[in-house]
């Protein structure tokens, strides 16, 4: 293998620019699993620098402010719910609602970041101030509920549900429940949460076909 000596070169910078994104792509997961555990607020520089064995000075080579820490992890944490739960497998990406549905609570029973995907609570924390962190986390519940309401229309359409279901209450009263479940969960660590939550989905929607 031939090294290249000259720090300055294509190779070089391909190098240290695929390492410094392993190196962020790290830090992200360490602060989603902090956030998701202590809260949003509470996620710091010093504390995270804490947690990955970085000082703080290094972390400011990545991030400049609290701020943009916390956007980062917002927008981590987002990507991580949006590939596991509203994509699905690569394989069959729209595989209809109720595996939607099905992935939505695995990925809550399973505890993909271990103290919750904390986005919701989050978005409630943050509500009453003004900011781009407000503003993001806002943004990703609208996702949330936005994919829902496509799933529903598509569930609609394809005969998956019985015509004539309204994708905006639908999708309003399935994030209802999928957000309790969630909440509960954390509270009580009982999984039996998650087959009441089924025996709710199947009470709203009835008998999914598909």
């Not at 919701?120 to 509500?127: G, H, L, M, T």
């Not at 962190?133 to 998956?160: C, F, K, M, Y």
């Not at 015509?163 to 660590?189: C, M, W, Y």
Request: glycine share 8%; proline share 4%.
């Amino acid at each position: 293998m031939t090294i290249d000596a000259n720090p300055g070169s294509d190779s070089g910078r391909r190098s240290e620019s695929k390492q410094g994104q392993q190196t962020l792509a790290a830090i992200l997961t360490a602060a989603g699993e902090l956030a998701s555990k202590e809260g949003l607020e509470q996620l710091s520089m010093r504390r995270l620098a804490a947690a990955v064995g970085m000082s703080k000075s290094g972390l400011y080579a990545h991030f400049t402010s609290k701020e943009e820490l916390q956007l980062a992890t917002i927008e981590h944490v987002r990507e991580v719910f949006e590939a596991k739960v509203l994509r699905g497998p690569a394989d069959d990406p729209d595989s209809g609602l109720g595996a939607l549905l099905e992935r939505w609570l695995d990925f809550f029973e399973h505890r993909v970041f271990p103290g919750g995907c904390f986005l919701v609570v989050s978005a409630v924390e943050f509500a009453t101030r003004q900011g781009p962190v407000t503003a993001a986390l806002a943004a990703a519940i609208d996702r949330e509920i936005t994919a829902l309401q496509e799933s529903i229309q598509r569930a609609n359409e394809t005969g998956e549900l019985r015509p004539g279901r309204d994708p905006s209450q639908t999708a309003f009263e399935l994030h209802s429940i999928l957000t309790n479940t969630h909440a509960l969960f954390q509270v009580k660590r009982d999984p039996a949460v998650f087959d009441r939550a089924r025996a709710a989905i199947h009470k709203l929607l009835g008998t999914l076909h598909g």
